[in-house]
């Protein structure tokens, strides 16, 4: 009796131990089951975003490639008419700036010559002036002595 006592209670215990192992091997199953499930959602919403982002990338490639012809012709025409107007503003600009400087240059050129003779005639009219006066002074003075050699000899 003393000895199925202790063999049940020993049994009893082993059952309880296989019991809880049982039940912690359950848990351990099902937090597994549970990880997997959410590991292996959330990788395949993931690998669903990364196909959904390769498909968008392979359509704007597409995309790019039905409209590189366009845009190589937008490009060619913009970039030569760039050119084109480039090139005419920027000689035309030159001779603008070569007409101007030209003009410029005669404008300066007649001026000083004008300015020139302009030095010169007042010089020249400076001189007659002089002259002039001096004439005029020594016609008063010849004047002068005629008249007192008239009135000395008369």
């Known amino acids: 009796m003393e000895i199925s006592y202790y063999y049940y209670y020993y049994y009893y215990g082993y059952d309880y131990y296989y019991y ?14 549970y990880y997997y499930y959410y590991y292996y959602y959330y990788y395949h919403y993931y690998y669903l975003l990364l196909l959904l982002l390769l498909l968008l990338l392979l359509l704007l490639l597409l995309l790019l490639l039905l409209l590189l012809p ?67 002074y020594y016609n008063y003075y010849y004047y002068y002595y005629y008249y007192y050699y008239y009135y000395y000899y008369f």
């Open 70 to 136: 366009l845009l190589l012709l937008l490009l060619l025409l913009l970039t030569t008419t760039y050119y084109y107007y480039y090139y005419y503003y920027y000689y035309y600009f030159y001779y603008y700036y070569y007409y101007y400087y030209y003009y410029y240059y005669y404008y300066y050129y007649y001026y000083y010559y004008y300015y020139y003779y302009y030095y010169y005639y007042y010089y020249y009219y400076y001189y007659y002036d002089y002259y002039y006066y001096h004439y005029y």
């Open 20 to 33: 809880y192992y049982y039940y912690y091997y359950y848990y351990y199953y099902y937090y597994y089951y």
